[in-house]
């Protein structure tokens, strides 16, 4: 994050380099019930992000020293997959898709009602098909409608959004190149009914200001992208009784 | 489920959707207060019935409850006991006790195999979702004929309909015996045109139980297989 200085980013126009406005995100679709085999599943686009989620369970907790006896534990698989860039990514498990995984198991376990599939297990695993920065969010986003469509009761969904600083500049939903050669970056996981946050990371150095601005583009991006994703619940059960 | 919706307000929430105040009103399934509003926990169709409100999930895993009579595959065979499948979270027990035969100790494979499918009864669910199963009962047996076909467990009613009109029927048009259990499982026996038929019927409940035109979709199926026996 940060560090190379002169790489251009805004355009003296005041626009993005992708012709985007600073408080703009990237174009988001969302797809419930991709997968047949998978209790609930969703595909999010983010821009040039491809995310797949998929949940089963809830089932019992194997091996039996991860059960708890009071709630279910959230199993949370992210990866990226080897063609999902540029550079070919090694296969399996990696530092980063560790901490990804461990994220959003916490953030998810904060709105599942765990404390109803006592020594249950519910599996998420999330799959990144292309990546283009954000993918956490992306996949975030994909496993909370996946959960949705499970049948797995929540007390909110979670949306993924991210924004950060390029060139003194606060704005949302980084690209690639902004997230390479940008300043800071602010992913968050918000709950838009309620307007509590189940994550929250910071790379690189923001002031209080900035920090404010993040978060109110964050939220505000959370509310659109929310809307997209109740859409999408709505539109896989169309023809219905509504 | 589906039925019962009368009078209610008909509209489809997605989870953390506030439903409304909650100005006296009782919070049924699928839903819970948040400073003095309902919200949804679940994705699903709104109810309003004798004062409470919940919510009639589209898709839902099966919690087992006692007394529920259930279409189980034997997973598992100890000694004196067999862990059954029953499309739960949990496996269910079968103990040697509540088996309908005289099982001597290390006999119980004799009876019945890992992969048999049988008709039992939930006997017990305890705090920890354990839950043990009885074949002792009028008409609980092992399957060892027919087929037995999944459905969505929220479809279930839509399956049967108002006083099992909708089984009922499906009985008489594929002329076979068809036995729904609660964990989303339906046993159906009968010739193989019969048996085909209901695994067609039973598709179509899972692809278009949540929708209006239910009912037409089968009037429209079951013509097929009335042709079918005239010609």
Sequence with gaps: MGGYGDVQLLRDDGLRLDGRKLDESRPVTI?????????????????????????????????????????????????????STSDRIRPGFNRRSREISK??????????????????????????????AGTRCAGITAASVALADAGIPMRDMIVG?????????????????????????????????????????MDGDLSPEEFDLAMEYNFKAAKEIHEIMVDALKARYDGGDN | MSQGRSGAEQRLVTPGMAIGPL??????????????????????????????????????????????????????????????????????????SLAPWK????????????????????????????????????????LSQGAVIEVPVNHLDRIRGDNNNNLDRMKDVSDCRIIVGENGRVWVDGSDDGIAWAREALRIAKEHGHKDNFKSIMEQHEKKLTKKGDA
């Design chain 1, 31 to 83: 797809e419930a019930g991709i997968l047949p085999a998978a209790d609930g599943s969703a595909m999010v686009t983010h821009g040039l992000n491809v995310a797949v989620a998929a949940v089963y369970g809830p089932m019992e907790a194997h091996p039996r020293k991860i059960q708890r006896q009071d709630r279910a534990v959230i199993d949370v698989r992210y990866n990226m997959a080897p063609f």
């Design chain 1, 161 to 201: 959004v991210a924004s950060g600083k390029i060139e003194d500049t606060v704005v949302l939903d980084l690209d690639k190149a902004e997230d390479n050669y940008g300043q800071a970056d602010l992913p968050a996981g918000i709950l838009p009914n309620t307007g509590e946050i189940a994550f929250l990371q």
């Design chain 2, 103 to 142: 099982v001597e100790f290390g006999q119980a494979r004799q009876h019945m195999n890992v992969g048999d499918s049988a008709l039992a009864r939930v006997q017990e669910v305890d705090e920890c979702h354990n839950v043990v199963l009885t074949m002792k009962g009028i008409g609980l047996r092992r």
């Design chain 1, 103 to 132: 994220v959003t198991a916490e953030a998810l376990e904060s709105v599942v009602l765990v404390e109803r599939f006592p020594r249950s297990k519910i599996r998420v695993e999330i799959e990144i098909l292309a990546a283009e």
């Design chain 2, 23 to 96: 100005s006296g009103m009782r919070v049924g399934s699928g839903a819970v207060t948040h400073n003095g509003e309902i919200i949804a926990t679940k994705l699903g169709w709104v109810r309003e019935f004798n004062g409470t409100i919940s919510v009639d999930p589209i898709s839902s895993p099966y919690l087992p409850r006692s007394g529920d009579l259930v279409i189980g595959t034997v997973a598992e065979v100890r000694n004196n006991l067999w862990f059954m499948d029953i499309n739960g979270s949990f496996q269910g027990l079968l103990p040697m």
